[in-house]
């Protein structure tokens, strides 16, 4: 939709937001300091909107100035599926897709016993548990999380994390690129996870 055709639409709008909430022009005049003639050839489309003029008619109506000038609505905020990833036994799968930006996936691990091969690279992870048992060596730490458990760290620390080896286990991890590059695109040195 171009601009002429939006800003045409916006006239009418005006009249229906006005008329729903029961207010005149006298009325809106006064509390937008807009004259009732400038009001009026708005709402007619015989002046064209502006900015100046928008502002305080949203603001005296108390709704967003995109309801005004009938922004699109926000499309579909779902993630569509796509194919998980399958890296070293464990499947990756993606939970956004901003390039660039914070990273989301779920991660299920099967069951197997793996040794720690802790790894660094720069940024931040966050890891929840969503079923089972993830084991987590972290520097000298070496815990176990369970579900509805959550660990944050600084990925400069060395770190790695897998299944305990007693069953599989589904857990989400986030982190920003430098750990996307480093936990989907490049092959691990060994098994390990992390």
């Known amino acids: 939709m171009g601009t002429d055709e939006v800003l045409a639409g916006v006239g009418p709008r005006l009249r229906r937001i006005r008329k729903e909430k029961e207010v005149t022009l006298a009325a809106l005049s006064e509390a937008t300091g807009?004259?009732?003639?400038?009001?009026?050839?708005?709402?007619?489309?015989?002046?064209?909107?502006?900015?100046?003029?928008?502002l305080p008619i949203a603001q005296a109506h108390q709704v967003p100035l995109d309801e005004l000038v009938g922004a699109?609505?926000?499309?579909?905020?779902?993630?569509?599926?796509?194919?998980p990833?399958?890296?070293?036994?464990?499947?990756?799968?993606?939970?956004?897709?901003?390039?660039g930006g914070l990273q989301a996936y779920k991660i299920i691990e099967p069951k197997r016993r793996l040794d720690p091969a802790p790894q660094t690279h720069?940024?931040?992870?966050?890891?929840?548990?969503?079923a089972g048992r993830l084991r987590l060596v972290l520097g000298e730490h070496d815990v176990v999380l369970t579900s509805g458990e959550a660990a944050e760290f600084d990925t400069?620390?060395?770190?790695?994390?897998?299944?305990?080896?007693?069953?599989?286990?589904?857990?989400?991890?986030?982190?920003?690129?430098?750990?996307?590059?480093?936990?989907?695109?490049?092959?691990?040195?060994?098994?390990?996870?992390?």
Do not use: C, N
């Not at 807009?34 to 003029?53: A, K, N």
């Not at 499309?75 to 194919?83: I, Q, S």
């Not at 990833?85 to 390039?99: H, Y």
């Open 85 to 99: 990833i399958e890296r070293d036994g464990r499947t990756l799968i993606p939970l956004t897709r901003q390039p």
């Open 156 to 194: 400069r620390v060395p770190h790695w994390f897998g299944s305990t080896g007693e069953g599989p286990v589904e857990f989400l991890s986030l982190f920003g690129p430098q750990g996307e590059r480093m936990h989907v695109r490049a092959r691990p040195k060994s098994a390990a996870g992390g």
């Open 34 to 54: 807009i004259s009732v003639s400038t009001l009026s050839r708005l709402e007619s489309g015989r002046r064209r909107p502006s900015l100046e003029l928008l």
């Open 122 to 130: 720069e940024g931040y992870e966050w890891l929840y548990v969503l």
């Open 72 to 83: 699109p609505r926000v499309g579909d905020p779902r993630v569509r599926p796509v194919k």
